[in-house]
């Protein structure tokens, strides 16, 4: 069974405060990583898109990283409109799986002006 | 402007009742899913679909029904056999074959029993 776990629940950062988001995944056969960014009361939105451990892909003031068996997403020098809920999600291999992703509860960040 | 829409934005339904969540999206995507979240977690998959008049059951199931009738629609319904439907239900879709593409999601529909 494929699983996504985020660490931490929660993240409070002063503005400028540069920290790092933990995605750990367990799956049977990687096809691709996902981050999304989701405010409160909406749908996520995409981010990133990972497919092979050592790629690395940016926007603004995110960095995405991965490795074989966890994703980072480094956050430099963050502004509170950074504040969001981060969701990690992998997509396996397997025939049965079809294009259905596995989700993780996401790591809340907060970011202080 | 190509995108996923949701409605209605706000659902209350009494025990009992049957409720249907739309969902459409103009993106020409093959493949469309529902998933529902709690507070304070992440989403879990419902039911998905890869193509027009064919359907996949999710890891939560039970209690949902859903049809595939156009490429463009697919309409989730909450019957009352589902015994814990408050939820925010989102929709979302993705290009297949190429089933690596990531997933665009709607707005969500939050849903709440009285």
């Known amino acids: 069974e494929d699983q996504v776990t985020q660490s931490p629940e929660a993240l409070r950062l002063q503005e400028g405060e540069s920290s790092s988001l933990n995605c750990s995944y367990t799956?049977?056969?990687?096809?691709?990583l996902f981050w999304y960014r989701q405010d409160p009361g909406k749908g996520p939105e995409f981010l990133f898109t990972?497919?092979?451990a050592g790629e690395e892909k940016e926007k603004e003031r995110l960095k995405a990283t991965l490795t074989k068996k966890e994703s980072f997403l480094h956050i430099t020098a963050p502004k509170p409109e950074d504040s969001a809920t981060y969701l990690c999600?992998?997509?396996?291999?397997?025939?049965?799986?079809?294009?259905?992703?596995?989700f993780g509860e996401g790591t809340q960040l907060t970011v202080n002006p | 402007d190509g995108g996923i829409t949701q409605s209605p934005k706000y659902l209350f339904r009494k025990e009992g009742q049957n409720v249907t969540l739309s969902c459409e999206q103009n993106?020409?995507?093959?493949?469309m899913y529902w998933y529902r979240q709690d507070p304070g977690q992440g989403l879990r998959l419902i039911y998905y679909s890869q193509i027009v008049n064919d359907f996949q059951k999710g890891d939560i199931a039970e209690g949902y029904s859903v049809s595939r009738e156009k490429k463009e629609s697919f309409p989730l319904t909450v019957t009352s056999a589902q015994k814990n439907p408050t939820a925010f239900y989102l929709c979302?879709?993705?290009?297949?074959?190429?089933?690596?593409?990531?997933?665009?999601f709607g707005p969500g529909t939050r849903l709440t029993v009285l």
């Open positions: 993106l020409n995507h093959d493949a």
């Open positions: 979302a879709s993705s290009i297949y074959p190429l089933a690596w593409n990531e997933q665009f």
């Open positions: 990972l497919y092979s």
């Open positions: 799956v049977s056969g990687l096809r691709g």
């Open positions: 999600a992998v997509q396996a291999k397997t025939e049965t799986s079809g294009s259905r992703l596995t």
